[in-house]
């Protein structure tokens, strides 16, 4: 479903067309292409952005200060595509200037990019640069292999609650802005190949503030977040002088559905709106103070990510180098290089391997967009955008050609990564029968299956918004049609749990790891997360140490919490310094070592272990890191030190309102100090603001211990009277 109030984005690219013969040179474009050796290299890339989001794309409703005025400085590719609708993916082609079928990456998991061939950091080193990359989120993990060619890759990134989706596990833009200005700012000179990834606005919508207040849609506030912290790193580059020196590049890796054709993210469709990307060339200025060439410059013939390696190579002059077939230097196109006559291919396996669904191609010439699946699709991007009216009956265009060409260049489907024999003994130890993907045959179009996302959902926001027992329903019901979605299997794992239903939670979240390539050991964290919530450190134990095996050092710290479970407060401290040790410092690890220390009566240092970590991050580093003010509390409380303690964890309960241990010990302070009537008080502020059952079930106890009978009662019934509010299940950070 659309957004109300909202351009269509067939309006936005209408305003486009409008705008475009206004501010596009003429045929013969001022300036001219010069090959500047040892220019630094800056390329920028925000995630799921869709170009027609984009004041300069036409997008009447954008507010991007930063990136508008990069344009100014940029020639403009009107019509820039993504040969594929997921960030690892698109960005091994980005890098590579070759398609998914050639570096064999088709999935953000079970894949790994090779040692051929050579990427863009490959080559700018042999060069002499130095090249510094950083990352937003683990999707982009050096251990996909995409870090290949970087001096250093900050890739360091941690979920801010435990047992969090991968495609979840991110940092803010700022941060990572900051991480990768560290590095600039250690580089010994200008030949340097910087690399900025911000995962806004990727889902879930979520922009800090004051953006998100500023803008209806929620979308609209991610991207200016993103705007934000583009403007940072460039305004840095000018500081240090090196802006004009600099080759900058700025696109997205796709777009995002955002309901146009049923899908509301993306990596299933191929449509316009997950392809078309916002693309932006910055020539180096010939001198301090003139303006780059080629700056104000609009091209409207169709590109491709894969052509900004060729770019690179051609605008800072590589010897040698040999682009990749069918790529062109889009800086010569800008300065009026013939346009090549080619048509533009995608793929996505995404809606295969994820669900079991077909995979789809399409091929994109000036006018025509073909989608190769089941029902084959073809539109008229000239008089129809958005892609609403299907003209493949009527045999339009070139549609005959598209096809052979979508079968001729179509990728062997490579099956994502599978365990060893002895990892596969290990998951048998536990219990884990391997399953793969889909095979061939005839597979169901995505169009028709596209409304059971939907369907997730709806069950997800019906969880996140304490609505345990209707989401447990609508997953049970999702997954009783479609037992693929391993989504669906983790959020109906925790809502399983928040009811007490242990046994079935366990069962249900150990789907995800007979679903899941061998490489998104994530879900066994996952899996031990789970156990260790509902109250089977042993089995979570077993999780993380098979984690550990496979190489994921996150698992250290969950073993450190199981251990700390059972008492073993000596090898708890020994997994907490080694997650610390091995996970290029961990917020979270940190915290659970303070824990660890306060567990054996060290009060002191883990107080002080807590200042350290605030030291380390900063306060905004602190925002997302749910628990940190609660253990401040509790060892303020400790050592006697009773104000600051009440301070921190009702700044915890503010933060985040759904934490009920925060609530319940807030209550206990103030009852403890005399302030019954603030006590109880707060435990109704607790109800309304955590909801669920584990709310209502800490309150009940809380009323009772405060000797309030009566209101336990009321309580009592209240949680009968609401759907998925009656007590059971423990609800944690």
Known sequence: MKRAGLPSAALALAVVSLLAPACRRSAKPEGEVRSVPGAPVVLIVVDTLRSDRLPFYGYVSGVTPALSALREDSILFESAWSPVPLT??????????????????????????????????DLLKREGYETGGAVSCVVLSG??????????????????????????????GRETVERLEEWLGGVKGERFFAFLHLFEPHAPYEAPEPYRSRFADPYDAE?????????????????????????????????????????????????????????????????????????????????????????VADVVGLPGFVPPLGTVSLARLAAGGAAPERRLFAETFYPRIRFGWSELRSVVDGTWHYVDAPRPELYDLATDPGETK?????????????????????????????VDEEEAKKLASLGYVTMTTAGGGAL???????????????????????????????????????????????????????????????AAIRKTVELSPADRTNYLISVANLCLQVG???????????????GDTGGHEVKARALLGT?????????????????????????????????????????????????????????????????????????????????????????????????????LLRASRGRGAEARKTVDEMVAAAEGPAAYAAAEELLERLGDAAGASRLRAEARSRPGAAPGGRRTP
Do not use: C
């Not at 299933?268 to 104000?296: D, H, I, N, T, W």
């Not at 045999?395 to 062997?412: D, L, Q, T, Y």
């Not at 450190?537 to 496979?550: G, N």
């Not at 997302?624 to 915890?652: K, P, S, V």
């Open 88 to 121: 690892l993916p698109a960005h091994s082609s980005l890098f590579t200037g070759v398609l998914p079928g050639a570096h064999r990456v088709l999935d953000n998991g079970g894949y790994r990019l090779g040692t051929s061939p050579p990427t863009l950091a």
């Open 143 to 172: 251990s996909t292999g995409i870090a290949r060619g970087f001096d250093r890759w900050d890739d360091r990134i941690e979920p801010s609650e435990p047992g969090l989706a991968a495609n979840r596990v991110q940092r803010p």
């Open 223 to 311: 991207v200016a977040a993103a705007d934000a912290a583009v403007g940072v790193f460039l305004d840095g580059l000018k500081r240090r002088g090196l802006y004009e020196k600099s080759l900058v590049v700025f696109l997205s890796d796709h777009g995002e559905g955002l309901g146009d054709h049923g899908e509301e993210e993306h990596g299933v469709f191929l449509y316009r709106e997950a392809l078309q990307v916002p693309l932006l060339v910055k020539l180096p200025s010939a001198k301090a103070g003139e303006r780059p060439p080629l700056a104000g410059t609009r091209v409207e013939t169709p590109v491709q990510l894969l052509d900004v390696l060729p770019t």
């Open 390 to 418: 299907n003209r493949i009956e009527e045999k339009a265009g070139p549609v005959r050609a598209m096809m052979v060409e979508a079968e001729r260049r179509r990728s062997p489907f490579v099956e994502p990564s599978a």
């Open 444 to 506: 169901p179009d995505p169009k028709d299956e596209i409304g059971t996302l939907e369907q997730l959902k709806r069950g997800l926001g019906l969880l996140k918004g304490g609505r345990t027992a209707e989401s447990v329903e609508t997953l049970e019901k999702l997954l009783a049609k479609n037992p693929r979605l391993v989504d669906a299997w983790e959020a109906y794992a925790q809502g399983l749990a928040r009811l007490g239903r242990t046994d079935e939670a366990v």
């Open 536 to 550: 089977r450190p042993a089995e979570a134990i077993r999780h993380a140490d098979l984690a550990i095996a496979r």
């Open 567 to 667: 008492g073993d407060l000596a090898g708890a401290e020994a997994e907490a310094r080694r997650s610390l040790e091995t996970g290029l410092g961990r917020k979270r690890s940190w915290l659970v070592l303070a824990d660890v220390l306060a567990s054996g009566g060290r009060f002191e240092e883990a107080l002080a272990m807590t200042e350290e970590l605030r030291k380390k991050v900063g306060e905004r580093g602190l925002d997302d890191l749910a628990g940190y003010r609660f253990l401040r509390g509790n060892l303020l409380g400790r050592l006697g030190r009773w104000e600051e303690a009440e301070a921190e964890i009702l700044e915890e309960t503010r933060r985040f309102p759904g934490y009920v241990p925060a609530w319940q010990t807030l209550v």
